[in-house]
Structures are given as C-alpha cells and as structure tokens.
C-alpha cells in the first residue's frame, strides 16, 4: 500500500478528515508566512523585530505545532506588509 492508498483509506473517517483539513489550514498559513519572509530577505529574528516579539516565537510559529492567536497573526502580517484576512467558505 502507497501513501496515497493510505491516505485516501484514512480520509474516509470523519474525524481523521476533519483533523487533517484543520492542520492543513494552519500548514497553509506556516507556508505563506515562511514564503514571504524568504522574499523579503528576513531572518526570523529581524521579522520578531518588526513584530515586536522574540525570534523564538517567530521560530515556534514557522515550525512547532503552534496555534498562534488572530492578533498575532495580524501582527505578523503588518510586518510583512500585509493584510490578515479571515474568510469562512
């Protein structure tokens, strides 16, 4: 069995599915944030600069199972010069 077959295999749990979707989002956002720190040629410790934190909490945002508050996040994205938007689909 290949990791799509066992992947599609636990998918039909319902919890394992919403479980999964839940990560994903939280993945996608880690991914965004490391994306445009890279662009922007920025360390994480200069990024905690502008963000006023410590690289520490920038390094447990981009790599720990961490689930960061919206103001946060909010934060994060000022200093990247961007915008934090919320949308439920």
Do not use: C, W
């Amino acid at each position: 069995m290949d990791h799509k077959e066992v992947k599609e295999l636990l998918m039909q749990s319902p919890e394992v599915k919403k479980e999964y979707e839940n990560l994903n989002t939280l993945y996608e956002i880690k991914k965004q944030i490391i994306k445009l720190r890279l662009e922007q040629g920025l360390s994480q410790k200069e990024l905690a600069e502008k963000v006023g934190t410590k690289q520490s909490a920038i390094s447990r945002l981009e790599n720990d199972d961490y689930n960061p508050s919206v103001e946060f996040l909010s934060k994060v994205a000022h200093a990247l010069g961007k915008k934090l938007k919320i949308r439920f689909h």
